[in-house]
């Protein structure tokens, strides 16, 4: 027992409180936040980190998934081809990194290169359905279809790759699957897109903790205090979720990412940024750029479009999927 009250294990706890609490008021951020704050806490070599993160979040997804399966949300059909596509590559995913190596510090690096580049990937998703979502507003052609045609193949490639990611990296389950099915699936509103990408995402990040508890077996001192902080977090997060700005933390959650990203890879030694030197100016200098740079980038995609390049539709109106063209701020100025 007094293993878990020491000063990493209370580390271990606030951080999947506080993740929790993101995850539960958007949605998304579990794997991509989790691994990156437990590797910077220094709690584990990255397989360790990976496999507890994994398995916690096969705990608290079951949750949020038997709700939305109670509101009857999700697309049973398109979860199915989903899990189809993931679950084998979850499995197998974790095996391919360790043919890869069977060197314990050449594994800690490809671990931690490849959680770096799935940060980032899962930061540009988010990007990419903003800007999705921008041309749908701006088409004003958006109409909401629950019960789409299923496309097999393309949905069993998107599972195939999501399951991949998950399972090397524990990243991925909420990001890139989502917005790979909001563009395949343009007419899923957002509740049927939540419910359905969180039923798939429970048996893959099961099997992914599977095949990693089968090779790197688990830390239970990482475990147990990640899903006491984790499961509270989570419930608390769905709660106040109604009263807090979502666009504000998503925005926030891409900073976050987008920093890590490039922290990890800068950690890992990845070549092009230096074996043996960490660059804290860039780190800084990518966040700088992320939080003040790339709004103007915004703005000026948004004004190629017609609209202005500030104002109305805001970042929450593009994610509303009720929102329509024609509100304050979307007639174009002919002079």
Request: overall charge neutral.
């Amino acid at each position: 027992m007094g293993d878990l009250l020491t000063l990493t294990a209370l580390s271990i706890l606030a951080a999947g409180f506080f993740v929790g609490i993101v995850v539960g008021l958007t949605g998304m951020g579990g794997g991509a936040l989790m691994t990156p704050a437990l590797l910077f806490l220094g709690v584990g070599e990255a397989a360790t980190v990976v496999t507890a993160d994994l398995t916690a979040a096969a705990v608290y997804k079951t949750g949020g998934a038997i709700v939305h399966k109670r509101e009857g949300s999700p697309n049973m059909a398109l979860a199915k081809w989903l899990m189809i596509g993931s679950i084998p590559m979850a499995l197998l995913g974790p095996h391919l990194v360790s043919w890869f190596t069977d060197d314990s510090d050449q594994l800690n690096y490809v671990l931690t290169l490849c959680i770096g580049f799935a940060l980032l990937l899962a930061a540009a998703t988010y990007a990419l359905r903003l800007y999705v979502n921008l041309l749908r507003v701006r088409a004003g052609t958006h109409s909401e279809d629950d019960d789409p045609h299923i496309r097999v193949v393309p949905t069993l490639l998107v599972g195939m790759l999501g399951g991949l990611l998950v399972g090397i990296t524990s990243v991925g389950s909420g990001s890139v699957i989502m917005i790979a099915l909001l563009m395949l699936y343009p007419g899923l509103s957002a509740v049927r897109l939540v419910g359905t990408d969180l039923v798939q995402a429970v048996p893959l990040v099961m099997a992914a903790a599977i095949s990693n508890i089968f090779l790197h077996g688990i830390d239970w001192m990482v475990l147990i205090p990640l899903v006491i902080g984790s499961v509270p977090g989570t419930i608390l997060g769905a709660k106040i979720a109604p009263k807090v700005p979502q666009s504000m933390i998503r925005r926030g959650i891409v900073v976050v990412l987008t920093m890590s990203g490039v922290a990890l890879l800068d950690k890992s030694g990845w070549a092009p940024l230096g074996e043996h030197e960490t660059h804290p100016m860039l780190v800084a200098g990518v966040g700088f750029f992320v939080l003040v740079i790339l709004p103007v980038v915004w703005g000026f995609i948004r004004k190629s479009t017609g609209l202005p390049m500030f104002g109305s539709p805001t970042i929450a109106q593009l994610e509303d999927p009720h929102y329509r063209p024609g509100l304050v701020g979307m007639k174009r100025r002919d002079d």
